[in-house]
């Protein structure tokens, strides 16, 4: 009976302490998308002397590693100076639909970041990073089709559906959107936006050089099958852009 007691103790006591350790949280999310350049974006913000470098971009907590705990998940953000924000950037937060309701319950007040690109491009930029890495072996036609692949491929590019999803959890003053067209062209204009956003002041990094940037040969994509991702995503982007108030750069 004593040892029931005690590890039911010990069990209130980790608890109350992992209660405590919510509070402590991301400061910032890149919460997508993916293959919108994340990559090239959080490893340029990570250069601010204001933001904690983590070794680790991307921490995979509310779509892999949610049974770890968010006790687990503080300690990826524990070791930044006083001053000093911290976040990761997963991008698949942002169109795995499971994700949401697990990012609003623990990290109300956590500014948001999303980063687009013509979802056209950015379909045909991740079946070809599937492909490298061997998880895609059907014709780039028969991948988009198959009803399994629709999230990753036509679905997480359909960002009307998924902002107005995370609009119902998150106030848009805590959500800032950007273009990889647009930094792709001023990123230090655009990389100063999001310092802004964060409350930070300005800051030039030493080189703005993209990072994971991969090359493929698009022309074996049929151009009628270019055409019919262009209209399947018109309705989608007309949407987004009268949400944003805004023309979309592409």
Avoid at 95 to 112: E, H, N
Avoid at 127 to 148: C, H, N, S, V
Wanted: some cysteine.
């Amino acid at each position: 009976m004593k040892n029931r007691l005690l590890m039911l103790g010990v069990a209130i006591v980790l608890a109350y302490f992992n209660v405590l350790s919510c509070k402590i949280g991301p400061d910032f999310l890149v919460i997508g998308v993916t293959k919108c350049g994340t990559t090239s974006l959080y490893n340029w913000m990570v250069q601010h002397p204001k933001i904690h470098s983590r070794a680790k971009k991307e921490i995979h907590f509310f779509d892999g590693n949610y049974n770890k705990g968010f006790g687990w998940y503080n300690r990826h953000f524990s070791k930044k100076q006083p001053g000093q924000l911290s976040g990761e950037a997963t991008p698949g937060y942002f169109w795995k639909k499971a994700c949401l309701p697990k990012v609003a319950k623990y990290c109300q007040g956590t500014k948001l970041i999303l980063i687009c690109r013509n979802p056209v491009k950015r379909v045909i930029s991740e079946y070809f990073r599937l492909k490298r890495r061997g998880e895609e072996k059907l014709p780039f036609d028969q991948a988009i089709a198959r009803a399994y692949n629709f999230g990753r491929y036509l679905g997480a590019g359909c960002y009307s559906e998924h902002l107005a999803r995370w609009l119902s959890f998150f106030p848009r003053k805590d959500i800032h959107i950007m273009f990889l067209e647009e930094l792709a062209v001023a990123p230090e204009r655009e990389l100063n936006k999001v310092f802004g956003f964060l409350g930070l002041k300005n800051y030039r990094i030493n080189s703005y050089e993209p990072r994971n940037k991969a090359t493929y040969d698009a022309s074996q994509i049929r151009p009628e099958t270019i055409r019919y991702l262009e209209k399947f995503y018109e309705p989608f982007n007309q949407k987004f852009a009268k949400m944003l108030g805004r023309k979309l750069p592409w």
